[in-house]
């Protein structure tokens, strides 16, 4: 079944496998649909997005999952190192993960039992165990990779067009076993994980980040900028610049910015909030320039905060 939305949270909350927030980033389209099917041990989940998005995300405790965009993977990151069709995020159970996708996009999400990996994964059981201790971007051979998502997309079209072809239990445990194996196949011919790890530890970029967003966290009603985020944080505001950039694909400021235009959405479309008007409301978040991020809004959302505010209050009372 797909689903439909036109709320990018209704749509983030949709999402199995993991929790994610999402901010908008240049949307085109107020549209977003999803697919999940369960195949014996294996999920499978299909998503299109009608615009840019930030998502901010932990995996579930469980399976592991490999994420890869189904189209325009140059203008996608994960963990700021970016998608090139040669490669695909592999998230541990209870990872943390950050994806960057600069326009309307799909793509596929596939959980499976670690054991695949560990049987599959190339090197030593050491290298193996390396797999699933962080989330990374992983180089994997192309044309395995195109095949399992051509596997992915082709298993949900049919789903959605012509279900009838899967409806006999022998259907679908083929194309859960034509699943294994492309995945398998993917996993038996990747570089050894030995060999990718690159650049400074992880552990300091992990470390700051987790700061950013406890900071973030603790000061959601006010206005922040750059220097003050990084002055509270305790680093260097050159460092926050070079570790948003590396993590979420864009610098502080934007990403602050894209923060607050959420943060505003969900307290406008909560018809609990004690605020009497849209002014007050604003105020609340530490908003002042009225007219400017009225503009932002309605470039984000497509409608202004007056017209959300008013139209979940109208259907709250009726």
């Known amino acids: 079944m797909r689903l439909q939305f036109t709320d990018l949270d209704d749509y983030g ?8 927030e999402l901010c908008m980033f240049r949307p085109v389209r107020h549209l977003w649909t999803m697919s999940q099917h369960p195949l014996g041990s294996l999920l499978l989940q299909l998503g299109q997005a009608g615009g840019g998005n930030i998502c901010r995300g932990e995996s579930q405790v469980g399976n592991p999952i490999l994420f890869l965009p189904l189209s325009h993977p140059s203008q996608a990151a994960a963990n700021g190192t970016r998608f090139n069709g040669a490669n695909a995020m ?7 993960f950050h994806l960057l996708h600069t326009a309307p996009h799909a793509w596929c999400s596939l959980s499976f039992p670690a054991e695949m990996l560990q049987e599959s994964c ?8 390396a797999w699933l201790q962080t989330s990374a971007v992983r180089p994997f051979d192309p044309e395995h990779l195109a ?7 082709e298993y949900d079209q049919i789903q959605t067009v012509t279900p009838s072809r899967l409806a006999h239990p022998a259907a679908q445990q083929q194309a859960e076993s034509d699943l294994r194996q492309a995945l398998r196949r993917l996993f038996e011919t990747s570089p050894s994980p030995a060999k990718t790890s690159r650049g400074r530890p992880l552990l300091d970029r992990r470390e700051i980040v987790n700061r950013l967003f406890a900071e973030l966290q603790n000061s959601a009603h006010e206005s922040l900028t750059p220097p003050m985020l990084a002055e509270r944080m305790g680093i260097a505001e050159r460092t926050l610049r070079l570790v948003c950039r590396e993590t979420l694909g864009l610098g502080p400021a934007r990403y602050l910015k894209l923060r607050q235009l959420r943060l505003a959405r969900q307290h406008l479309r909560d018809p609990r909030h004690p605020a009497q008007t849209v002014t007050e409301l604003l105020s609340r978040l530490g908003i002042w320039q009225f007219g400017r991020f009225a503009g932002e809004y309605k470039a984000t959302y497509g409608e202004l905060p007056s017209q959300t505010f008013a139209r979940v209050r109208r259907f709250a009372s009726a």
């Open 13 to 20: 909350d949709a999402v199995q496998h993991a929790r994610v």
């Open 90 to 96: 592999l998230l541990p159970s209870g990872a943390e």
């Open 147 to 153: 095949h399992l998502a051509r596997l992915a997309e």
């Open 122 to 129: 190339p090197g030593e059981p050491s290298d193996r165990t």
